[in-house]
């Protein structure tokens, strides 16, 4: 069964500082795999897409990579802003067109 | 306009009775999706279209729900006799090229079924 998993299920951190959220598929076959930032009571805005050729993209202050070969993707956010507390989501997309979302990880920025 | 737009942004309607809800996607995109937000959940598929078809229609819960596109435009996802458990938040989104291009969200219907 094609599964995205996402870890920590949420995070906490203070203003500044740098964080890393972690994604596991197991989604196959691969075609890509797509980083989103949703707000409270918005749509998701994608971060980052990466294909099976890519390890690393960066996109501002978030850095996203991927190792097609054990599945796993991160994303790091340097230098974290209050704006930045949000869901990240992690989204595969396999045969088909077809897109596996994770359930997301939920950062609070705090002062 | 400039973004994908959804009315109505939210929805209050009775147990039992019927919902329209409304896509417009960016024009020229040829994939529309649906999705299906619970609160504090992930996104659930509902229905892809490509152009006015739909080639993966697997995630529609049950026969009280349908979509249609018409023009290569428009979306409607329809809703009969609305649950209790149908309240949720409905996003569409929609991209060029569904394969490598980024997938393009509006902000969402809020349905409460009470």
């Known amino acids: 069964k094609n599964q995205v998993e996402q870890s920590p299920q949420s995070l906490i951190i203070l203003e500044g500082k740098n964080c890393t959220l972690q994604c596991n598929y197991t989604v196959s076959p691969f075609s890509n795999l797509r980083w989103y930032k949703q707000d409270t009571g918005r749509g998701p805005v994608s971060l980052t897409i990466?294909?099976?050729?890519?390890n690393t993209k960066s996109n501002g202050r978030y850095t996203a990579t991927l190792d097609a070969d054990t599945k796993q993707s991160s994303l790091h956010i340097t230098a974290s802003q209050l704006s930045d507390s949000a869901s990240y989501i992690c989204v595969v997309t396999g045969g088909g067109n077809k897109l596996t979302f994770g359930t997301g990880t939920q950062l609070k920025v705090e002062l | 306009g400039a973004g994908v737009s959804q009315s109505p942004s939210n929805k209050v309607t009775e147990k039992g009775k019927d919902v329209e809800l409304r896509c417009d996607p960016i024009s020229g995109h040829t994939a529309l999706y649906w999705y299906r937000q619970r609160l504090g959940q992930g996104l659930e598929f509902l229905i892809y279209f490509q152009g006015n078809s739909a080639p993966d229609k697997s995630g529609l819960p049950s026969d009280r729900f349908s979509a249609e596109r018409t023009g290569e435009s428009v979306s409607t996802l329809t809703i009969q006799r609305t649950q209790q458990e149908d309240s949720a938040v409905y996003l569409c989104?929609?991209?060029?090229?569904?394969?490598?291009?980024?997938?393009?969200f509006g902000n969402g219907t809020r349905l409460t079924v009470t």
């Open positions: 990466m294909t099976f050729s890519e």
């Open positions: 989104a929609s991209t060029l090229l569904p394969k490598n291009s980024p997938l393009h």
